[in-house]
């Protein structure tokens, strides 16, 4: 006879979506019985927020002992242990310890794992530009490293790296209209912030059209685009080379003596070339060596417990769909974080990125669904759904996305505004037909708001043209 534990919710994962659904639902409910369930003692606690404009908040997040999250919301238990299965149809969950919970209102909140293109301890695994520091002391001794992945992520690491040999292996046929973002990482990169003698007046103010750059093979510097090149070709960047390999992914990565017993053909790149701790070969054949691997391939959604049994569907990227409710397609289950997938109308200028704000917007907005489902309330889908907004830090310069930031999904038809002041700002605009669809803001650039309300309201730009970021023109008296 099974002992069947009942609670009103219970949420799984206590990273940042399910912490802040447990501490969102003690708001709405604080007499409910809550129970967030998690695999690690410590949990993710979002601290020190700063509202910045109407869909962002700064904030920190730590890992904090579970006990905390019992103190601030007492009616809220946690319990240290795996979920191994969920009965829908039952509404329990099981978990390794042989517990069984009970719900009234279940959110997943498992998070994803970060793809390894290898588990081997020559794969370094890159998420976000802030564990680039941590990257960086172990990149110090490298000579050359092979990049894999060609998202922002991998762009960026691509561009920040300096003073060695980089072998970017992208499965695409060009790298993406994220080379935008070598300009953001051209003014991040410590070394040009180290050499700024010169005083900060040269303001660079750039336009550009980015629908015609043809994919390169061998590209030396930070030169991606034609424009680039004379534009941005920085003094630092001498001694780095980028080799990039495209439409191959990784096929095998080979220890030194496994190269040697199946007589495989090194490819060099230099003349006088010694051996490698490490060798990777490509889908096509190609063999390389290189110090170590740096994979920025994504993550995969922790789903596998959930969906046996259940009526559960994922998306394409492997997460759980998810409606404008959060709710999965078995009842009173609900999801939010990393694992699960939108798969709702969305709004023009947001899409989903497994990040902490995400998380955190998606553990609360699912508070308020399971909350209002149970009181038969009603719930509008919160105003952060409307606007991708992001803030970061890298290399302790802020750093804010929004809308498209990156051209996203408007298949390289858009113009590019650039102000760019080398260590003290870098603000890029994303523009179609004289709207702005995105933004990336680096620095102290004040320019959140504005442009937060220029991309929600669309409208029309043209007659300031590149005057935009002029930094002469207060734009802000035009549009707040
Ligand atoms: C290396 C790395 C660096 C990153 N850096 C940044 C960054 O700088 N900025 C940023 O915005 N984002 C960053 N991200 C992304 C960010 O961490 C995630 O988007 C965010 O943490 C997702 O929160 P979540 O609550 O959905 O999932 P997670 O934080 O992954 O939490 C999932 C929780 O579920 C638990 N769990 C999973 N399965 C079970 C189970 N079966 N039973 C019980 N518990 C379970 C786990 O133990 C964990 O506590 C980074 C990610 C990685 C991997
Ligand atoms: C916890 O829940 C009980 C009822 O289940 C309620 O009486 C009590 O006020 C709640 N405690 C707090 C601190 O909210
Ligand atoms: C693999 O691609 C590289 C360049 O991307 C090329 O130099 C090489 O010849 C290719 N190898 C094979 C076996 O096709
Ligand atoms: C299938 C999968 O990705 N499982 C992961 C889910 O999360 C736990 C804890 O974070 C990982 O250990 C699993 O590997």
Known sequence: MEDIENYTYVIVGGGIAGVTCAEHLYILHPEAKTVVITATSLIKAVTNVLP???????????????????????????V????????????????????????????????????????SPHVVCIRDTESAQQFQSRIKDAKRILIVGNGGIATEMVYEVTGIQIIWAIKDKYTTANFVDAGAAEFLRPE???????????????????????????????????????????????????????????????????????????TKLNSEEEDWPVYVELTNGTVYGCDFIVSAIGVTPNVSVFLPGNKLTVGDDGGLLVDDKM???????????????????????????????QARQMGSYAAKCMW???????????FCFELFSHATKFFGNKVILLGLFNGQGL??????LLRYTKGLEYIKCVMVDGRMQGAVLIGETDMEE???????????????????????????????
């Open 327 to 357: 709710r999965t397609l078995e009842k009173d289950v609900f999801a939010a974080g990393d694992v699960c997938t939108p798969n709702w109308q969305l709004a023009p200028h947001w899409f989903q990125m497994r990040l902490w704000t």
């Open 450 to 480: 504005t442009f937060e309300n220029l991309i929600l309201n669309q409208m029309d730009l043209s007659e300031y043209g590149e005057d935009l970021l002029n930094p002469d023109v207060d734009i802000e008296d035009y549009f707040d």
């Open 52 to 78: 910045l404009t109407k869909t962002l908040d700064a904030f920190d997040v730590e890992e904090r002992p579970a006990e905390e999250l019992e103190n601030n919301c007492p009616n809220v238990t946690v």
């Open 80 to 119: 240290r242990d795996t979920v191994v299965r969920l009965h829908a149809e039952k509404q329990h969950v099981y978990t390794s310890a042989g517990r069984v919970f009970s719900y009234e209102k279940l959110c997943i909140c498992s998070g994803a794992s970060p793809k390894l293109v290898e588990n």
């Open 192 to 266: 040009l912030d180290k050499e700024k003698t010169e005083s900060i007046t040269p303001v660079k103010r750039r336009k550009y059209i980015v629908d015609k750059i043809e994919g390169g093979r061998t590209v030396p510097g930070g030169a991606l685009g034609p424009d680039w090149h004379t534009g941005l070709e920085l003094k630092g960047c001498h001694q780095r080379k980028v080799f990039i390999e495209t439409e191959v992914e990784l096929k095998t990565i080979l220890e030194p003596a496994a190269v040697k017993q199946y007589g495989k053909t090194v």
């Open 372 to 382: 209002s489902s149970l009181a038969q309330e009603e719930v509008y889908m919160d």
């Open 411 to 416: 298949d390289r038809k858009y113009e590019v």
